[in-house]
């Protein structure tokens, strides 16, 4: 990405009431004025002022941000027209025309960062709560947005430098009677402590980040678009007596306990002849092997309970055994399923927060429940882990006194650590973080 020359691109999505087109470059102000135009032209005047001018002979508001006061640390102009694609792109073809190029996804958050408005974990915060599904998710990026991730990432490449430092010293002046540092050994303990910390959030954030594939299991008739009903709060899917009655698997979007869950109820398993319900049974399977957890409903109300148990298949990834249909189930003797089960009635609700309790721990997998205010992404805690293993050769090599190589060992672990906010990191990761962003952004 060339940071020299004019970018634009809608920074809204195309179709709303309105569209901001947004330019960001070195010539961005002469460009505007020549494509929008009001009373009097944008400039370091009016700068940071709403102006209704026309654009593409359409009316279009204009505001002109001066560098480096802006999202991008560039000169800045963001102008909005009439949403649609026509009309957007009818502005869009006049800006090109006078002189921007589009923009590259990420590529205005790339200049954030080149501009050093934003860190890249900050950056990396700015794709997470745009694809923020839960108000937990949603907080986390802010969180990290503000820097707080950033700062103990920093702190934690300072604490290494100087140890490596201190190490350097002794190797430099070797016969000195210096005031040599004796606690190194202990303060490398340390910062590994604290990296293992924050790599055990990892699991934690990807779960906020990336939300949760449930599926709903089970023989036919069990209760699993009911379960999924009870869920969502609103009749999403069919729920009848009869047996098949869901054919095709219905995916739904939920929060349950702060975390992001997309919901696939399938077709009931059971071997059948009718070609239509086999292809939807072949869905199941399919959506049951792509799943983190599977609630595999049981139905206590049946006449061999026996025969309920021996139909799960255990190979579903993350099983929760659900009773359903206790409420009628009397006290009905049910049989072990060596497996966490939950007693519900998706009928009556009886026992759903329960049941989310079991989901809960199964998504953080015997971890600690609870979410953490910030947690690192699989990236972060990568390199936190490359940093790990240098830490711990550092370390051995103090201690058998060799201070060159452990130095070195933690030049490398501040590489590591350094690429995490972007302090060191090479131009083809800066690629790939930034291309997870929309165009626009
Ligand atoms: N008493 C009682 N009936 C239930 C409960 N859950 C579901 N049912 C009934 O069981 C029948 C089947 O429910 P569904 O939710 O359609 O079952 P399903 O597992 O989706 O069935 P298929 O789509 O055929 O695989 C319906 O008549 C529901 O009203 C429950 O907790 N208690
Ligand atoms: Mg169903």
Redesign the pocket.
């Given at each position: 990405m060339n940071q020299s020359d004019n970018i634009a691109a809608p920074a809204s999505a195309i179709g709303g009431a309105v569209t901001v087109i947004r330019l960001s470059g070195p010539q961005v102000l002469d460009i505007a004025n020549r494509v929008w135009h009001g009373k009097t032209p944008l400039s370091a005047a009016n700068v940071r002022r709403m102006l209704l001018g026309k654009a593409a002979g359409d009316p279009t508001l204009a505001v002109y941000m001066k560098a480096p006061c802006s999202y991008t640390g560039d000169d800045v102009v963001e102008l909005q027209c009439h949403g649609g694609a026509a009309s957007a792109g009818a502005v869009m073809k006049e800006l090109l025309g006078a002189g921007c190029r589009l923009a590259e996804p990420g590529e205005f958050t790339f200049r954030a960062f080149l501009n050093g408005k934003l860190d890249l974990l900050q950056a990396e915060a700015v794709a997470d709560l745009i694809a923020s599904s839960s108000e937990t998710a949603l907080h986390m990026a802010q969180k990290q947005l503000s820097g707080s991730l950033s700062k103990r990432i920093n702190g934690l490449y300072e604490r290494i430098i100087e140890l490596r430092s201190e190490c350097e010293s002794r190797l430099d002046f070797p016969d000195e009677e210096l005031d040599f540092d004796d606690l190194v050994p202990e303060k490398i303990a340390d910062v590994r402590n604290i990296i293992r910390e924050l790599i055990s959030t990892a699991k934690a954030g990807s779960v906020i980040r990336d939300g949760v594939q449930l599926v709903?299991a089970?023989?036919?008739?069990?209760?699993?678009?009911?379960?999924?009903?009870r869920i969502l709060g609103f009749d999403r899917?069919?729920?009848?007596?009869?047996?098949?009655?869901?054919?095709d698997t219905v995916e739904s979007s939920a929060v349950i306990r702060g975390i992001g869950v997309n919901i696939t109820?399938?077709?009931?398993?059971r071997e059948s002849s009718d070609p239509v319900e086999k292809m939807g049974i072949e869905r199941s399977f399919r959506s049951i092997r792509a799943g983190m957890v599977t609630f595999w409903?049981l139905?206590a109300?049946a006449a061999d309970l026996q025969a309920e148990v021996d139909a799960i298949d255990r190979l579903a990834p993350g099983i929760i055994t659900v009773w359903?249909?206790?409420?009628?189930a009397g006290n009905a003797d049910l049989p072990d399923t060596g497996l966490p089960t939950i007693k519900?009635?998706?009928?009556?609700g009886?026992n759903i927060e329960e049941l989310f309790d079991a989901f809960e721990k199964q998504v953080f997998a015997g971890e600690s429940t609870v979410i953490p205010e910030t947690a690192v992404n699989a990236r972060t805690a990568d390199l936190l882990d490359r940093s790990l293993a240098h830490l711990d050769r550092a370390e051995n090599s103090f201690n058998d006194g060799d201070y060159e190589i452990a130095a070195a060992e933690l030049a490398d672990a501040s590489n590591f650590v350094g690429e995490i906010s972007g302090l060191t990191v090479s131009p083809d990761i800066l690629d790939k973080i930034f291309h997870r962003f929309c165009i626009g952004k």
């Open positions: 709903l089970g023989k036919p008739n069990s209760g699993k678009s009911s379960l999924l009903n899917a069919i729920v009848s007596a009869i047996p098949g009655t869901t054919r109820d399938t077709a009931g398993l409903l139905d109300s359903n249909k206790c409420d009628i519900i009635s998706a009928l009556s009886m």
